[in-house]
């Protein structure tokens, strides 16, 4: 294999060593100058990013923030909208054909996110209600549940029991799976 230097002095056999000697020193400063610009890039795109992150981070707590509720009336909205402007567009008769296909294919979109959020939030539900995180009755959600010992008697000798006790937002009070308080709460599912 040959080394750089043993090809420098093949090319300086041909051109002679000053010509070489410029040619590398001007190669060395644009290969320089372009590693500081591609350092610069990179540092821009960093900060970018970064920036990007930040933004993302904000919108997804503004995500979790905004309720279900919210974002399913938002997706209802928009299939109300997308109804509206269909129905004007046949009722004008101004619109071809190939725009109200389209419409009626972006109306039939929405109403699916539509329906796969209720459905989502529907098995989310069932699935908070079944671990007992909300009240089964109302949604409410589970504020405490505690364990409490007690001595009980039981064929004549005394044994230590675990209560389970859950209170809930709405006033419901379970104990060991039994209402013992009922749910107050105005609102049903
Ligand atoms: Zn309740």
């Known amino acids: 294999m040959q080394t750089a230097l043993e090809f420098y002095e093949i090319v300086a056999g041909w051109v002679g060593w000053p010509p070489l000697v410029i040619v590398i020193v001007a190669a060395g400063t644009y290969l320089l100058k372009i590693s500081h610009v591609r350092y610069k890039a990179a540092r821009e795109t960093i900060e970018t990013l970064k920036e990007k992150n930040t933004w993302l981070d904000l919108k997804l707590q ?7 509720d919210a974002l399913a009336r938002a997706l209802e909205a928009r299939v109300r909208q997308l109804t509206d402007e269909l129905e004007r567009m046949v009722a004008d008769r101004e619109a071809t054909d190939q725009e109200i296909t389209r419409k009626r294919e972006e109306l ?60 809930y937002g709405c006033g419901l009070l379970m ?3 039994r209402v013992e308080q009922p749910c107050r709460s105005e609102s049903r599912y």
């Open 62 to 68: 503004n995500a979790i923030a905004s309720s279900p």
């Open 108 to 167: 039939a979109a929405a109403q699916a996110r539509r329906d796969e959020l209720a459905d989502l939030f529907d098995e989310l539900r069932r699935l908070l209600v079944q671990d007992g995180l909300l009240c089964p009755e109302c949604g409410s959600p589970l504020e405490t549940r505690e364990h409490h010992y007690e001595s009980v008697e039981w064929k004549g000798r005394e044994i230590d029991v675990v209560r389970e006790v859950a209170a």
């Open 175 to 177: 104990v060991d799976g």
